[in-house]
């Protein structure tokens, strides 16, 4: 079932480029449920490197029947190890299949109490919300990608060096813009917002804006 008249927001970006951040606070803004598809992934890479002999296609299936968005909350799917792993499982067409309903469910279907949905991830604008009214890719060199990146994983108290995390991005956006299932791409219809240069709050004001522009007409 497909709720009518709500407001889609799909979001693609490379790792690290401030998305999670901004979409969090568009979604408070204008009551949006909001989804980090990328923990999804991430939860997939933890139950194989928790279960690696269970770990199969069945195995997930049972899994992802019972996922709820609780279940994304986890600390431990933060870790630099579990992204470069999502990355992998990711590639899996198979895989992405599997979870392709949840997402569409929580963008098309919000509950009630929500006008709309906002979704980040790797082909949302083009492959999990294709029809959203409001697209956008964000971006942002991989230095700055990398220290922001540094700067969280210091804050969980991780061990990790500046260096492990740039090589770690660079090795996730060749395997995120290169692999042949749903790789990593700017559609024509998104808007380009590069937060390279962006405050937090003039990332979300310039998203504000275009949202805004377009709702008053
Ligand atoms: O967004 P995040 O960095 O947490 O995502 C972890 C990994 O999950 C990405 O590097 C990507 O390979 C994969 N992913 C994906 N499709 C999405 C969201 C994430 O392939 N929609």
Do not use: W
């Amino acid at each position: 079932m497909k709720r009518k008249n709500i407001i889609k927001i799909a979001i693609d970006s490379p790792a690290a480029a401030g998305a999670g951040t901004v979409a969090k606070t568009i979604s408070k803004h204008y009551n949006l449920l909001y989804l980090d598809t990328g923990k999804i992934y991430r939860l997939i890479a933890l139950y194989k490197t928790k279960n690696p002999k269970k770990f199969s296609l069945s195995f997930l299936k049972t899994k992802i029947k019972k996922l709820s968005l609780k279940d994304l909350g986890s600390k431990f799917l933060l870790s630099d190890k579990i992204g470069t792993e999502a990355s992998i499982v990711a590639k899996d067409k198979r895989i992405r299949k599997l979870v392709h309903n949840f997402q569409k469910e929580i963008a098309y279907n919000p509950p009630k109490k929500f006008d709309g949905s906002c979704l980040d991830g790797r082909d949302i604008t083009y492959n999990i919300v294709p029809d959203a009214e409001f697209k956008f890719f964000i971006t942002a060199n991989v230095k700055t990608r990398a220290l922001r990146r540094f700067k969280e994983l210091k804050g969980l108290k991780s061990n990790i060096t500046f260096n492990e995390v740039l090589k770690s991005i660079q090795k996730r956006d060749k395997n995120d813009y290169n692999r042949k299932v749903s790789p990593l791409k700017k559609t024509k219809d998104s808007v380009l917002i590069n937060t390279t240069n962006l405050s937090k709050r003039s990332c979300f004001l310039k998203i504000k804006k275009i949202i805004d522009k377009e709702l008053k007409n």
